[in-house]
């Protein structure tokens, strides 16, 4: 009996490290950052940014053709000094933390009708969440969202995506000096849902912003979370969980652009796949620019595949361009649950179900424990559970 | 008194888009209390004979009964082997990445004990049951066999063996990469549960040096897919210095 390995099954991971004058990360779009849509061609599909997509599933989303005929319904609540604005692209918070970068964010920045801004004034320490949920009951719709977090504020920020709705979306995070800020996105769609979005995040100096993202529902969901400083000393954590089924394509791609010195990035995405044509893309670029002195940075992809069908595509990229840093790592693996642990398990006398269960849980646990707001923990475990009694 | 009856087991393995037969009708019986060493050239069919009898779905049974007291062992998914008494100390334990040590024995103990083992007791029993093999009290929070020395493996095994208390037991090749020390001390955890008289012991091996610590009742030569020659403590020494070629040359086992 030949010793049982975790092998990549119906996967790729591919990585670089790229120290070159020429960054690859920015070779590699179509089309310079920009907030209108006429700048980006109408995406075929063999573009490096689109390559993963499956285009004919967004809904008219890339090509313009997607009219905003929906309803998408907003309800936030918000802890007192929270103030909750409509701001047009005149405001100088809406867009101030990042350009769209491909062809349906700078469509998302130019079909929205009013921005909202959520501002939680400087040195206020929040004692409870802004909730935000978004339903979605059908149609499409084009929205901006700024978090406005004042200097040395402290909140946790959750937002929720449930319902039907084809959704093209920018957010924004200004996270002001030495203020402290966690988001949790949730995409808890149908799986009719189509939702593809820019979480675009600026952090002040001392500034510390942890991103949780977790996906589990929708037919087509691809995000991009970008982070970039705007003085030194800031930290970014990046989280994200996610659960692809059967026929699901989930893209996660992110960015941390180390362009000034001494901040920290730390990113940390994992997934389980089931089920026939079950597709997740992680793509992690980081750049350390040549004033970045001081930089230290780690980003990694696990993915578990628990039956046969599933895809992943993980492809980490570190593109350096000064060598006077304390630390630049990244690591991909896409291990599956095979019938020898499975084999394994059950010669312990651990019914079928519960070995699945089992695996899952402890590939989820570490992560889970790290993103430090309890109900959302108790909420993604349960989640996970959901998820393992509706396999196979 | 729990009896393990194994009848004309005949068993194929599908290899190369070929259907190969590797066990061609073993009869065996183990009873509560017994150790028989089944011992034989590799690729006779010995590791074969302990996947099958735990479940492998590898494997595909052609032929034959397998009984535990009676009842049909063959019937049976592979948990339900384990909690009627069966336990396998596999040759390449497998790697459970995300799965701590811990959580697992006590996963595991709560399926074949049929209630969670109280806690307070439990981490005693872990504990005491880990220091008698050497382990090191940070290995139960470690990933299940990943990382692990072939030793670190073997002791892991031997772990489970002495928390899950089955009624048979059956070794594949538990000596297999193990230095001498190593070896003492796996003997001695399996010898602890045959002190206990509750276990019937099927330990399979290629080598005698094994059966200097875990002294066998039976001795059967495997070969060519059955039971070739069956008797005493003595047939290993006469295998020791004889080796197996008189029962692959076609000779005995024909």
């Known amino acids: 009996m030949a010793e049982a390995q975790n092998l990549p099954v119906g996967s790729t991971t591919a990585g670089a490290v790229a120290v070159a004058a020429e960054s690859t990360v920015a070779t590699r779009m179509s089309a310079p950052p920009s907030f209108d849509v006429a700048d980006f061609p109408v995406p075929h599909g063999r573009e490096e940014e689109w390559r993963f997509t499956p285009l004919e599933r967004l809904k008219g989303l890339h090509d313009g053709t997607a009219k905003a005929d929906g309803v ?29 970068v491909d062809r349906v964010a700078a469509q998302a920045y130019s079909a929205f009708e009013k921005a909202t801004v959520v501002s939680v004034p400087k040195e206020q320490v929040l004692t409870e969440p802004v909730r935000v949920t978004l339903h979605g009951e059908g149609g499409t719709t084009y929205g901006h969202t700024v978090f406005d977090v004042g200097a040395f504020a402290e909140a946790v920020i959750i937002i929720d995506h449930t319902g039907d709705a084809v959704r093209a979306a920018n957010v924004d995070f200004l996270v002001g000096d030495g203020a402290k800020l966690t988001v949790v996105s949730v995409q808890d769609w149908d799986d009719t849902a189509v939702h593809v979005s820019q979480h675009n995040a600026l952090l002040g100096r001392d500034a510390s912003f942890k991103s949780v993202v977790v996906t589990f529902g929708g037919d087509v969901v691809r995000l991009h979370p970008r982070v970039q400083y705007a003085g030194p000393g800031g930290e970014a954590e990046l989280f994200g969980l996610y659960f692809t089924d059967a026929g699901q394509h989930q893209e996660h791609r992110l960015l941390v652009d180390h362009n000034v010195p001494h901040c920290k990035s730390n990113v940390v995405y994992k997934g389980a796949l089931q089920g026939d044509d079950a597709h997740a893309v992680w793509i992690g670029d980081v750049l350390i620019e040549a004033a970045a002195e001081g930089t230290d940075t780690y980003e990694m992809n696990r993915n578990l595949v628990l039956t046969d069908g599933a895809r992943v595509d993980s492809v980490p990229n570190l593109e350096i361009e000064t060598g006077e840093i304390v630390g630049a790592g990244h690591a991909s693996a896409t291990g599956r649950f095979d019938d020898e642990q499975l084999f394994y398990l059950m010669a312990r006398g651990i019914p079928e179900k519960d070995a699945r269960r089992l695996v899952v849980r402890g590939f989820f646990a570490e992560l889970v424990q790290q993103i430090g707001v309890p109900d959302i923990e108790e909420r993604l475990i349960a989640k996970i559970e959901e998820e393992l009694e509706a396999s196979v | ?53 735990a479940g492998h779905p590898k494997y595909t049974i052609t032929g034959g009964t397998v009984t535990l007291d009676g009842e049909d062992v063959l019937e049976m998914t592979v948990d339900e082997r384990a909690r009627a008494g069966l ?78 208390k089955p009624k048979i037991a059956i070794l594949d090749e538990t000596d297999s990469g193990l230095d001498v020390d190593a070896l003492r001390t796996v003997s001695e955890g399996v010898n602890r549960v045959r002190e206990t008289g509750e276990v019937g012991t099927l330990l399979i091996t290629h080598y005698t040096r094994i059966l200097r610590y875990i002294k066998p009742d039976f001795v059967h030569v495997f070969a060519n897919g059955r039971i070739a020659e069956s008797g005493g403590a ?16 076609g000779g005995a086992s024909e």
Do not use: C
């Open chain 1, 72 to 100: 998408l319904k907003a309800d936030i609540t918000a802890p007192d000094g929270v103030t909750v604005e409509a701001a047009g692209r005149d405001d100088a918070r809406v867009g101030r933390a990042g350009t769209p």
């Open chain 2, 1 to 53: 008194m729990a009896t393990l009856e194994i009848h004309d087991l005949h068993v194929t393995v599908e290899a190369d888009n070929a259907t190969k037969e590797i066990l061609k009708g073993v009869d065996l019986t183990v009873k509560q209390g017994e150790t028989h060493a089944i011992m034989g050239p590799n690729g006779s069919g010995k590791s074969t004979l302990a996947y099958s009898l």
């Open chain 2, 87 to 164: 336990f396998l100390a596999m040759q390449y334990p497998v790697e459970v990445p995300g799965v701590s040590v811990s959580n697992f024995l006590r996963t595991s103990a709560t399926a074949i004990r049929g209630e969670a083992p109280k806690l307070r007791t439990w981490v005693k029993e872990v504990k005491e049951t880990m220091e008698r093999l050497n382990m090191d009290p940070a290995f139960a929070e470690r990933n299940v066999n990943e990382g692990f020395s072939g030793g670190e493996k073997k002791r892991h095994e031997i772990l489970q063996l002495e928390l899950l």
């Open chain 2, 234 to 249: 003595e047939l290993a020494d006469k295998l020791e210095a004889e080796g197996y070629e008189a029962y692959t040359k």
